[in-house]
Structures are given as structure tokens and as C-alpha cells.
């Protein structure tokens, strides 16, 4: 019999692309590290319901995944419904969700709410994201939108995302962000986004159920620890209870932990190329609440030495009723995985955050807090530099038949569901 491709990791990259091979009539096993499978889009359970440990949304124009899902005949299950989304800045609240929202923003004069407003319209009129690869993201809006309102909005917002790196970002990054929800508007200028019904982690289980049933196999609890090459060719994958025979094997985790594979096999300019992406680490605190917070579903906060950059209302989004009349906020906090607060117990994190969360609502009271949670995950999000194109590793690793397919690889868009689903289905191809 032939042999499989296997392929690490059960999150959405490896899901799209064991999905494309068992569909094509050939063998595929996946290996996932942890327990469940959907990767950063995995869910765990409130009231019996599923939701994620990440917040999630999809976007009006993410069309991969929402190819895939018709392709599912699941179409049903897409739930578009209007957001509102505010920025929190200067211990003030302001809208955010439509133009005249942007009129009415007091914390910049009439000239910078306009020139603000402009910068979306001015983005999605660039089409060739090339000449901003060597820029930053302060280099651009700066020329795009003037000192002040990248210091009064972008600056805090760049910093409470990516820390230390803010300096650093992308111009294509953000230009990137503003395209992708400027899309999502509807005729009114009010954003519109998806959800899945059940949650991500149920569409994860949709595909691996497909996957299933054209022949192939999903073993979780099952981390690759070796691979063995023979004259320059994968053979085979090791975990910790067994060997995985390969014709092929494609690598979805973060790039440290392929290098980490890879090293006894290859060194020099490769490895060094998939050490050179930076990441971010995450922490979400989840509060099930028994009152809601806000009336927004995204909250941006703009206040970068608050323990969290954004609060995202998911009940505002959902009805509070799929979790037994619980309201679920997620406060998300970027970090360096060597920031103190990664460390912290879930009850340490909370208390850190919760007095921030009083600031903010004075109304608020411990006593609305029914349980919380605390998630966290090491690589989050990549730090994508200026000219980040020059250190993206390809997908070919000097190893034959060994093959990398990682949300750091995605660019100029940003990791996301759809791109994972891009990408999974690209690599499988070859
Ligand atoms: C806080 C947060 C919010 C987000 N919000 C959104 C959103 O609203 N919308 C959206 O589209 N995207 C969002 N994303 C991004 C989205 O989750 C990712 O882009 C997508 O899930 C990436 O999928 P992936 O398969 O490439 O990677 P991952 O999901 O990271 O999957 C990699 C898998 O590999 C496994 N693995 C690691 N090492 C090994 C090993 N040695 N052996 C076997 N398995 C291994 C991991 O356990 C994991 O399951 C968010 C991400 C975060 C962190």
C-alpha cells in the first residue's frame, strides 16, 4: 500500500490540506500535538456550548473558507450579523462602527477625523502592496494621515499589539487590516461579520469528519518529536508512542517548532530563516459574566499599558442565549512570551485585569463574574517587520519530500482561517 503524507498539526492549515489530499483519493494521517483539534480557532465548552479560547470572526470577503464551507454544504451555518466596534482612549469611549461615528470623534479635530476617515478609502486604492514592504506602518500612516493622528490612535494601538515591535511593523500589515474591514462594510458604512454556527471548533470537526470518511486519519495527542531522512528524504515521522511512515509530510506548527524538527537534519541558511520570524505569545481571560459589559462587540484600547489591547464582547456578536444567558467578553493581551504576565496563574491574571475593567465600567462588580478562564498560546502572532517578504522561508525545505505550510508564511495578507484554508488546500497540491 502506499505510503502517506502526513501532515503536523490539526489547525486549520493541516485540516484544509489533509482535507484536499483524502479528497484526491490518497492517504493522509495527521498528527496533532494536543488533545482537540483547530489549532488557535480550538474551542472548549460554556454551558454546553462550544466556544473559542481565541475570540473569532470570519470577514464578508474571506473567500477561501467561505468556498469551503458551501463546499461542506454547510452555507447554512454562516451567521453574518452587524458589529459595533468602539476605541477606548483617553478613559473615553467613541464609536467607531460608521462614518458619522468618525465625524463625531472628539479626540481628533474636525481636520485629522477627516483625513482618518480618508486613510481607509485612500488603503483599499492601493493595489500593489509591494512599495510598502520596505516601509513601516508609522513611516505610512504618518505620510497618510499626519503625526497626530497616529500619535492620538495608531501609536497606541500598534503598541498595545505588538509591544516592543511596534516600531518595527509592516506598512503592509496595517495596510492590510484597513482593507480587510474596510471590505466588511455594509452600503450603510456599519461593519458586518460571520460567525460559524456552533463555533469554529464545530467546523473543525465538520472537516475531520470529511477528512474521515475519505479514508483519512486524525490521531490527536500525538506530537511529532523526530523525523527520519534517508539520503536527504523524509521517511518516516516519530511521536512518542509511534512511527508514522511517509511519502511526504507537511509541517503546519510555528516555524520554532519545525526548526526544532528539522535541526539534527539541516542547518546553515534554511534554519536560520525560520528562526528569524519573531512571534508573539497571547493571553485571553474569558469572563462569563452575568450582565453585559458593553454594548460593542470589539472594543479597541488604546491605552498601551493596560493588561489588555482589546475587549471583544462576543454576546454582542452571539446571542448570550447559545450560552445559557451568559455574557462572554474575552480581554486580549499580545505579550512577549517572556513577559511576566505569560507566567501568571489564570487567577493572577484576572486580578491583574480586573481593576482596569472597574476604570473602564464603574457599574461593574465582581459579583457579575460567574466563572472565567484563562488561554494562552505561545506563538500568536508573527511579528511581521518591514520587508517582511525577504525573510519568509519557502514552503520546500532542504529536505525532499518535507514541507512547510505556516500562518507565518501568509503575506501579504495576515494569518487568519481563511488564508490557514488558502494555504492548507495550496500545499497540497503540489
Ligand atoms: C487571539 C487570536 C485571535 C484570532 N482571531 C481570529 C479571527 O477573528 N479570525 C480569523 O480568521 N483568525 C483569527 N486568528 C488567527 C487564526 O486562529 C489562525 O490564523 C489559524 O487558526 C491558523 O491555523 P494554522 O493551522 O495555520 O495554525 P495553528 O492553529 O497554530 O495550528 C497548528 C497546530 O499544530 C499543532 N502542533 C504544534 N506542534 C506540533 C507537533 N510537534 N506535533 C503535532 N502537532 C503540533 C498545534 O497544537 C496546532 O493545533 C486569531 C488568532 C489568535 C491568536
Redesign the pocket.
Known amino acids: 500500500m502506499k505510503k502517506p503524507i502526513v501532515i503536523?498539526?490539526?489547525?486549520?492549515?493541516?485540516?484544509a490540506a489533509a482535507y484536499e489530499i483524502a479528497h484526491r483519493g490518497m492517504p493522509v494521517v495527521v498528527?496533532?500535538?494536543?488533545g482537540s483539534?483547530?489549532?488557535?480557532?480550538?474551542s472548549f465548552e460554556i454551558n454546553g456550548q462550544k466556544i473559542e479560547k481565541?475570540?473569532?470572526?470570519?470577514f464578508n470577503s474571506?473567500q477561501y473558507v467561505i468556498e469551503l464551507i458551501n463546499e461542506l454544504g454547510c452555507r447554512d451555518n454562516l451567521l453574518f450579523s452587524p458589529t459595533a466596534t468602539a476605541i477606548y482612549l483617553n478613559n473615553k469611549f467613541f464609536k467607531l462602527s460608521t462614518p458619522l461615528d468618525l465625524l463625531r470623534f472628539s479626540a481628533l479635530n474636525i481636520l485629522d477625523r477627516i483625513r482618518l476617515g480618508l486613510l481607509v478609502l485612500k488603503a483599499r486604492r492601493v493595489k500593489n502592496w509591494q512599495p510598502l514592504d520596505a516601509l513601516t506602518a508609522e513611516q505610512w500612516l504618518i505620510e497618510l494621515c499626519g503625526r497626530n493622528v497616529y500619535k492620538t490612535v495608531w501609536e497606541p494601538l500598534l503598541r498595545g499589539k505588538f509591544g516592543p515591535y511596534a516600531g518595527q511593523i509592516s506598512a503592509v500589515w496595517i495596510w492590510n487590516k484597513l482593507v480587510l474591514r474596510g471590505g466588511s462594510r455594509n452600503k450603510a458604512g456599519g461593519e458586518t461579520l460571520a460567525y460559524y454556527r456552533g463555533g469554529f471548533g464545530m467546523l473543525a470537526e465538520t472537516i475531520a469528519e470529511k477528512i474521515k470518511s475519505a479514508g483519512g486519519v486524525i490521531h490527536t495527542s500525538?506530537?511529532?518529536?523526530e523525523i527520519i531522512v534517508e539520503n536527504g528524504c523524509v521517511k518516516a515521522v516519530k511521536t512518542p508512542d509511534a512511527v508514522f511512515d511517509a511519502q511526504a509530510v507537511i509541517a503546519?506548527?510555528?516555524l520554532p517548532?519545525i526548526a526544532d524538527?528539522l535541526s539534527p537534519h539541516v542547518s546553515g541558511e534554511y534554519l536560520n530563516k525560520l528562526r528569524a520570524v519573531k512571534y508573539l505569545a497571547?493571553v485571553?481571560l474569558v469572563l462569563e459574566l452575568n450582565n453585559r459589559l458593553s454594548d460593542f462587540y470589539w472594543l479597541n484600547v488604546a491605552e498601551p499599558d493596560f493588561p489588555f489591547v482589546g475587549i471583544i464582547e462576543h454576546t454582542n456578536f452571539q446571542s448570550p442565549q447559545n450560552y445559557g444567558n451568559r455574557h462572554i467578553v474575552y480581554l486580549?493581551k499580545y505579550l512577549k512570551s517572556s513577559d511576566e504576565m505569560y507566567r501568571m496563574s489564570p487567577g493572577q491574571v484576572a486580578e491583574l485585569s480586573l481593576p482596569y475593567i472597574k476604570r473602564m465600567f464603574p457599574h461593574f462588580d465582581d459579583s457579575w463574574i460567574h466563572r472565567y478562564y484563562v488561554w494562552k498560546?505561545l506563538?500568536?502572532?508573527p511579528v511581521v517587520s518591514r520587508s517582511y517578504s525577504q525573510i519568509i522561508p519557502p514552503s520546500q525545505t532542504p529536505i525532499k519530500g518535507f514541507h512547510i505550510?505556516?500562518?507565518a508564511q501568509i503575506y501579504p495578507e495576515d494569518?487568519?482561517?481563511?488564508?490557514?484554508v488558502r494555504?492548507?488546500r495550496q500545499i497540497a497540491g503540489i
Do not use: K
Not at 31 to 34: D, F, M, N
Not at 37 to 42: E, Q, T, V, W
Not at 222 to 225: D, M
Open positions: 503536523i498539526g490539526a489547525g486549520f492549515t493541516g485540516l498528527l496533532e500535538e494536543t483539534i483547530g489549532g488557535l480557532a480550538a481565541f475570540y473569532h470572526h470570519l474571506d500525538s506530537p511529532a518529536r503546519t506548527p510555528a517548532v524538527l497571547n485571553c486580549s498560546t506563538y500568536a502572532q505550510a505556516t500562518m494569518r487568519g482561517i481563511n488564508y490557514a494555504q492548507g
